[in-house]
């Protein structure tokens, strides 16, 4: 293929409004991601940025920041108003109907915070179900999911469904279904954030010990810095659709460039454990308008 | 009084217009009544070939597999035998066989127009306030245009129990669809799904238990028109209970009710065992 360039993922300029009129913006007249006057809401605003092939690129915000909005454009599950995205340097934006499906079924594959299974498909056959779609035989198919739960230490839960299945245990089944895809790039949409923060750790070690042995590029979401520290080559922070600062994920922490990425920093540290912040705005989830998701429940009680 | 001179009547237009589409489309209505009757006779005969006994067996059975509950069991053998010692068998097969014929039209047209709507929202508005006047609509004036039609007999009787009973089988296929959680949905498309693999693979499956839902109401609202359905000539229960109406014979009117509550109960004890066993799994 005629993909020499050392990035795998090279997004330009995406802008996605949600609203009534369907008009691009000017950036200078964006200031916060709501547009009261238009009604309208910017949730990516004008974001690039380039993944390198292999490496963990992180994208944290606050909920409401802008970044499922921008994990999906990148599939095209949500038209984005303008900008590119070059995914092993084939311009996603620019494809048809046709090559977008076989697209998604060869060359990404993702894994959802709400996991998004089929509660009435089995285990394998939920694992199975991209290669299903692909047109694959059925032997083949359930062979390579076997092998895959495996991986994710599920052997004995094969036959089960998932509602038979604990809320960590489903998500290995949402990774196993993205990695039977065989697929270079995976993007996961905050994955780990309905689960507890023990079997949360133990399943960032065990993608961390997945990516070690598939070698996979990943683009990960989350809005827990201690989680991108842990799991990022590179990061990006993002608040009101646009992207605030980016760099390596050390660099942020020590260089934070204002008070919005200074309090990601001290909150992962610790420091502002119980007070809120003073604007009240990390302790308390703004309410979401959007269909897709339901509220997250993790940092709601605490 | 309402002056005599002022008067005009469009009975005539549409006895007219009745003729004229009869004239045009009469093979093809002739040809469908024919089939209609072939089938129905078929599956009547098919119905009294089997023994009364092997009905209770499979019956008792089938309710044994559902609900593993002795009462539950048994219940359904005694109340079929009680339609056998009435002397009402042979009359409740013949009912039995147009209720089912009628479901069978029901969802092979519910069913993908209830899919149709689902899929696209102007079909929707097409079709919701047609269904909204259908349910409203009391279930004699579907016995005109079939009449019209079809004449008298079992056919127009089936017309016009098919028409009564589409609604809800085709508004819970729709609304099944419809409720599918889209978060299941985004993760097929992301998948590379098509839009015929998502409703294929997804949709219909996780609607599955609304649709079964609809299909055990359809039923029921056909059994509702057998009474009705006497009036153009179908025979059965409901003939006897017109008879019984006509004579005042209270008894008969009794015996031949009971033997249709006793198919309601039945149809829709098992429908619903159905529907219920599929949910369990799915779930
Ligand atoms: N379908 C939609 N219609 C209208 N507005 C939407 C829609 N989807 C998202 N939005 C809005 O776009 C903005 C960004 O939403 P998005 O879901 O991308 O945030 P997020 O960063 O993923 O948040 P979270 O951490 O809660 O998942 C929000 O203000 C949201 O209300
Ligand atoms: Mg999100």
């Known amino acids: 293929m005629q993909n020499d360039s050392e990035y795998l993922v090279e997004v330009k300029n995406i ?54 909005t921008l994990i999906r454009c990148l599939l095209r599950l949500i038209e984005p108003d303008s900008g590119t995205a070059l995914i092993e340097g084939k311009d996603v934006t620019a494809m048809d109907k046709r090559q977008l499906t076989e697209f998604r079924r060869t060359r990404v594959a993702m894994v959802f915070q709400h996991y998004g299974l089929l509660p009435h498909r089995s285990v394998l056959e939920n694992v199975a179900f991209g290669l299903k779609l692909r047109g694959v035989e059925r032997k083949e198919r359930e062979q390579k999911a076997a092998e895959v739960i495996e991986k994710v230490g599920l052997k004995q839960w094969e036959k089960h469904y998932p509602s038979e299945l604990s809320g960590g245990m489903q998500q290995r089944v949402g990774i196993a279904r993205a990695l039977v895809q065989d697929a270079d790039l995976l993007l996961l949409d905050e994955p780990f954030s309905g689960l507890d923060p023990l079997i949360r750790r133990e399943m960032q070690d065990e993608l961390l010990r997945l990516q070690h042995e598939f070698q996979k ?3 990960f979401v989350t809005h ?5 520290l842990r799991l990022g080559s590179h990061m990006a922070v993002m608040k009101n659709g646009a992207f605030i600062q980016e760099g390596r994920p050390h660099d942020i922490v020590m260089n934070p460039v204002d008070d919005y990425v200074k309090q990601f920093v001290q909150i992962a540290r610790g420091v502002v454990k119980d007070s809120p912040d003073k604007k009240g705005k990390i302790r308390s989830l703004p ?16 | ?10 009975a005539p237009y549409i006895q007219d217009f009745v003729e004229w589409l009869n004239f045009i489309c009469g093979p093809t209505f002739n040809a469908f009544s024919d089939s209609l009757r072939i089938m129905l006779i078929n599956l009547e005969h098919l119905l009294l070939a089997i023994p009364w006994w092997l009905w209770i067996i499979v019956v008792t059975l089938l309710a044994w597999r559902m609900t593993r509950h002795p009462w539950k069991t048994i219940t359904p053998g005694i109340l079929i035998f009680t339609i056998g010692l009435f002397g009402l068998w042979e009359i409740a097969i013949e009912t039995l066989a147009i209720v089912i014929i009628s479901v069978i039209l029901s969802l092979i047209v519910g069913v993908p127009s ?15 306030p047609v269904l909204d006047a259908m349910q409203t609509m009391p279930s004699f004036v579907y016995l005109i245009p079939a009449m019209m039609f079809f004449e008298l007999g079992k056919v127009p009787a089936v017309v016009a129990t098919f028409i009564y009973a589409v609604p809800p089988v085709q508004r819970l296929t729709n609304l099944g669809i419809r409720q599918v959680s889209t978060s299941i949905q985004e993760a097929a498309v992301a998948f590379g799904a098509t839009s015929w693999q998502l409703m294929r693979e997804v949709r219909i499956p996780l609607a599955l238990p609304s649709i079964l839902a609809g299909i055990n109401q359809t039923t ?23 008879i019984a109406l006509n004579r005042i014979d209270v008894g008969r009117g009794f015996e031949a009710g009971w033997a249709i509550v006793v198919l309601a109960i039945i149809i829709d004890r098992l429908s619903q065992g159905v529907a219920q066993k599929w949910h369990i799994k799915s779930n």
């Open chain 2, 220 to 242: 029921m609202m056909a059994l509702s028109m057998v009474v009705i359905c006497s009036m153009v000539g179908a025979g059965g229960l409901g003939e006897e209970v017109i």
């Open chain 2, 1 to 10: 009084m309402f002056p005599d001179t002022c008067r005009f009547h469009i």
């Open chain 1, 15 to 68: 802008w996605k409004t949600f609203g009534n009129s369907k008009k691009i913006i000017p950036r200078k007249l964006i200031r916060t991601n709501i547009n009261a006057r238009d009604r309208k809401i910017v949730a990516v605003n004008d974001v690039s940025f380039q993944v390198k092939r292999g490496e963990v690129y992180v994208i944290m915000g606050l909920s409401g920041s802008g970044k499922s």
């Open chain 1, 287 to 302: 309410r979401r308008a959007s269909g897709q998701d339901e509220p997250i429940i993790v940092g709601f009680g605490r």
């Open chain 1, 217 to 219: 590029t990943m683009i």
């Open chain 2, 114 to 128: 209830g899919i149709a709507m689902a899929v696209s929202d102007r079909v929707e508005t097409v079709f919701t």
């Open chain 1, 224 to 228: 827990d810095l201690n989680e991108a």
